[in-house]
């Protein structure tokens, strides 16, 4: 059988499909791990190819029996286009991914079968079922699978992002934040692969440069400090960033942070989310405690590393005042890169449903779920004041001065080469910003 999966161009972000065949993609590339991981939980007498529209055009006339797509609810518009023209030719069509999984229904109208929540156990299924020609519309969520047997990414299909590498040592996340998709999509049962399966993942990786895609690697300290102690153990020399909370990197033991900076650790991204911790505690994220965020900055850099951090405007609490507040605090905080989303209610969550049920929803145009766009209806304030708000915040920080002095700083923190990461991170920020905010 063969077999094709996608994944679609994005239109918003620090690399799109605009910047196909520029330097930009191979140095500053995202690096995806969903197909490749399909691709490692397909039998091996199958043929898997991989597509990812950000690099390379799509064919589609191409021989191929089934086509797997992977969606997000940004991309969910190009993803039903992408669909729809195979399907046209007659070829069988599966989606997956966390949109599909919100609003499986709606993903039905432009697929043969809809996966639902992580493919492990159902993807494996979707094959046998598509060969015997009894393929189900729909596969619900199907958790019950043995994460300590699941393999490496198929890293043979990667054939972009030469420079930074990613892989996942987790699933599944115990806070339930209002906003976040996560644990709607994996469940709040966190399951955790063998430390020596990871690091030997990591040790074969051609990448010098690395990203863990866990929701956060502070969950468990014990399990991620051996992962730590293995790479020092075996000498993998190998820069990477993780998520990280506020609560564990600001009170953990040093030995935490020294085992991470000791295994190649150059940034933390930190969901601060607001400097209100009023707005905190409404969307249920009260470990985050906005008294210590400059404590627990400090305490990182100290350390050698970096802090990436994620500020969401457009919470019921937010008055217009927020945006200058923000500004005046982060400064304060000597932090080095910013993430500006505006809230955006992704399918799915709660917040999402709150919203919903409250008629605060202004559009279902999925293309504007992108962090950049206002969907919703404010409380506190107006559309126009929220996306002129978000705009000044990322205009302010990432201007030309402040770039050059964040960059120069993280590269003295760092001391390595590795810095380039948070550095590189910095100015395509910048550049994202510039363009979709249009600054």
């Given at each position: 059988m063969k077999i094709l999966l996608v994944f679609p161009r994005i239109e918003h972000g620090v690399i799109t499909f605009k910047d196909r065949g520029s330097w930009r993609?191979?140095?500053?590339?995202?690096?995806?791990?969903?197909?490749?991981?399909?691709?490692?939980?397909?039998?091996?007498?199958?043929?898997?190819?991989?597509?990812?529209?950000?690099?390379?055009?799509?064919?589609?006339?191409?021989?191929?029996?089934?086509?797997?797509?992977?969606?997000?609810?940004?991309?969910?518009?190009?993803?039903?286009q992408i669909a729809d023209e195979f399907r046209k030719r007659g070829k069988t069509v599966v989606l997956g991914g966390y949109h599909p999984t919100a609003l499986p229904e709606e993903a039905r109208q432009h697929a043969d079968s809809v996966v639902m929540g992580m493919a492990d156990a159902s993807w494996p299924q979707v094959i046998k079922d598509f060969g015997?020609?009894?393929?189900?519309?729909?596969?619900?969520?199907?958790?019950?699978?043995?994460?300590?047997?699941?393999?490496?990414?198929?890293?043979?299909?990667?054939?972009?992002?030469?420079?930074?590498?990613?892989?996942?040592?987790?699933?599944?996340?115990?806070?339930?934040?209002?906003?976040?998709?996560?644990?709607?999509?994996?469940?709040?049962?966190?399951?955790?692969?063998?430390?020596?399966?990871?690091?030997?993942?990591?040790?074969?990786?051609?990448?010098?440069?690395?990203?863990?895609?866990?929701?956060?690697?502070?969950?468990?300290?014990?399990?991620?400090?051996?992962?730590?102690?293995?790479?020092?153990?075996?000498?993998?020399?190998?820069?990477?960033?993780?998520?990280?909370?506020?609560?564990?990197?600001?009170?953990?033991?040093?030995?935490?942070?020294?085992?991470?900076?000791?295994?190649?650790?150059?940034?933390?991204?930190?969901?601060?989310?607001?400097?209100?911790?009023?707005?905190?505690?409404?969307?249920?994220?009260?470990?985050?405690?906005?008294?210590?965020?400059?404590?627990?900055?400090?305490?990182?850099?100290?350390?050698?590393?970096?802090i990436q951090g994620g500020i969401i405007f457009g919470f019921d609490e937010d008055t217009p005042d927020i945006f200058d507040t923000t500004l005046e605090t982060i400064n304060d905080w000597d932090l080095d890169v910013l993430e500006v989303n505006i809230l955006t209610p992704y399918p799915g969550t709660p917040l999402f449903d709150r919203l919903e049920r409250d008629g605060r929803i202004l559009t279902r145009d999925w293309s504007l779920y992108n962090q950049v766009n206002v969907v919703f209806k404010p409380k506190n304030m107006t559309e126009k004041e929220l996306l002129e708000g978000a705009r000044k915040v990322a205009k302010e920080f990432y201007s030309s001065y402040n770039l050059f002095k964040k960059v120069s700083k993280i590269m003295v923190t760092t001391k390595k080469f590795s810095g380039i990461i948070p550095a590189a991170t910095s100015v395509s920020y910048r550049r994202y910003y510039k363009r979709d905010f249009n600054f």
């Open positions: 993609t191979i140095v500053s590339g995202y690096p995806i791990i969903t197909l490749p991981h399909i691709a490692a939980l397909t039998p091996r007498e199958h043929s898997v190819k991989i597509i990812n529209e950000n690099y390379d055009p799509i064919d589609f006339d191409e021989d191929v029996d089934l086509v797997g797509i992977t969606c997000y609810t940004m991309t969910a518009p190009r993803v039903y015997e020609g009894k393929l189900k519309p729909i596969y619900e969520r199907n958790h019950d699978f043995d994460i300590s047997i699941v393999p490496p990414l198929r890293r043979d299909l990667i054939k972009h992002n030469p420079f930074l590498g990613a892989l996942q040592t987790t699933r599944g996340c115990t806070n339930q934040c209002e906003f976040c998709a996560i644990s709607s999509f994996c469940g709040n049962v966190v399951m955790q692969r063998p430390v020596k399966a990871v690091v030997e993942e990591i040790k074969n990786m051609p990448n010098k440069l690395f990203i863990f895609h866990d929701p956060h690697l502070t969950l468990h300290r014990k399990y991620a400090m051996e992962i730590f102690k293995e790479m020092i153990r075996q000498k993998i020399h190998k820069g990477w960033a993780a998520n990280g909370t506020s609560n564990i990197l600001g009170k953990v033991d040093k030995e935490f942070l020294e085992l991470a900076r000791k295994s190649g650790c150059v940034e933390w991204f930190v969901g601060f989310e607001s400097v209100n911790q009023e707005a905190l505690n409404n969307i249920k994220k009260t470990h985050n405690k906005v008294e210590d965020f400059k404590k627990m900055i400090k305490r990182v850099h100290d350390h050698d590393m970096t």
